[in-house]
């Protein structure tokens, strides 16, 4: 039996549920209708672009973060099942977002002249559900590996504390992203393109994109765990505004750290460095 | 103790990822047709350790849930 929830709870989930079908529907129509509206790069020579073959791709995903969803929805009830849903589709995805948007139109310089040379970020090449620029299936996939990771740390050490819970899942995210990026990244696959010159990297992919993966799920963790007193201070409508409020200072402060790395890095790190093993 | 049932339901997002990890990491590296991005298989050992422990705490019925 679900937990049952209040009626200003089944608001939220309506609300969410729409903005997120909303979003998915504009975005998805945008990318493959209008491509030149935000410059969407050409898929020539990229393997399974077909719209069947992109849509069957695409349900692999969906099917594993429907399996994490109804455990959340079991466990925890529609509206906190929800919460950890449209926050980590608003938490990754604007952070995505902004990060392939800023490669593309070379917006770093702002930040500090040291990133004037960055050649770009990347590109993500095969979807039939859009995010935004980013496909749906990589927003669904933060979250089932989000919300997998926090449950594998809780099961093995529940009673550890809140900080190293959060760490260890992000550690556990990124040894993950360490054999997938390279294997999605292949000639074969090309699910995504580094335009990135970075200059350190291991496995010829830049070392941010593996502190990204760390830090999203860090604090994501962190910040679902503080949503049971949010939502005790401030009740479940404004609860959930300062939930996404919360969210949205954690992103900001995580791309200024990622910035800041990389004006550095560009700075000080000559020549580049790639770790790699068998020229991986 | 959690039942049967339970167990399989806590057990989901353990299966969810291992499952992904297998499409995305081992069964891509396959078909990639490069043999060394199945050779780097063990920098994601963490994930095959910590998802088989917690497994079997769940089925032990050791998991605090």
């Not at chain 2, 039942?3 to 806590?10: L, P, S």
């Amino acid at each position: 039996m679900a937990i049952e929830i209040t009626e200003s709870e089944k608001r939220v989930v309506w609300t969410i549920a729409a903005v997120l079908g909303a979003v998915v529907l504009f975005s998805s129509i945008l990318h493959h209708a209008f491509p030149w509206v935000l410059d969407v790069p050409s898929n020539e020579g990229i393997n399974f672009t077909s719209y069947p073959a992109m849509f069957l791709l695409d349900l692999i995903p969906i099917s594993m973060a429907a399996l994490c969803f109804y455990h959340a929805y079991r466990t925890t009830g529609l509206y906190k099942a929800m919460m950890f849903l449209g926050g980590s589709f608003f938490f990754t995805g604007l952070a995505e977002n902004v990060w392939v948007l800023m490669g593309r139109y070379q917006l770093f310089s702002w930040f500090s002249h040291n990133l004037d040379g960055v050649t770009g970020t990347y590109y993500f090449t095969r979807a039939f559900f859009w995010w935004g620029e980013m496909p749906m299936v990589i927003c669904l996939g933060w979250y089932f590996i989000a919300y997998a990771c926090v449950h594998i740390v809780g099961v093995l050490i529940p009673r550890s504390s809140l900080m190293l819970r959060a760490a260890l899942g992000g550690f556990l995210a990124m040894s993950f992203d360490l054999w997938m990026d390279p294997v999605q990244v292949s000639p074969m696959w090309q699910s995504w393109k580094w335009i990135s010159n970075e200059t350190i990297k291991v496995f010829s992919i830049p070392l941010s994109n593996f502190m990204g993966w760390f830090l999203l799920i860090f604090l994501f963790a962190i910040a679902f765990d503080k949503l049971p007193r949010i939502l005790e201070k401030w009740g479940t409508g404004k609860g959930t505004v300062m939930f996404f409020l919360t969210l949205l200072l954690y992103k900001v402060g995580m791309l200024v750290v990622l910035m800041a790395y990389g004006a550095v890095a560009m700075k000080y790190v000559s020549p580049p460095i790639n770790l790699t093993i068998w020229g991986i | 103790m959690p039942n049967e049932n339970n167990k399989f339901i806590e057990s989901l997002p353990v299966l969810a990822f291992l499952g992904y990890w297998l499409y995305s990491c081992l069964i891509c590296a396959a078909l990639s047709g490069d043999v060394r991005l199945l050779k780097i298989w063990f920098v994601s050992s963490p994930v095959l350790i910590a998802s088989a422990l917690s497994l079997i705490r769940i089925y032990k019925g050791q998991a605090a849930s």
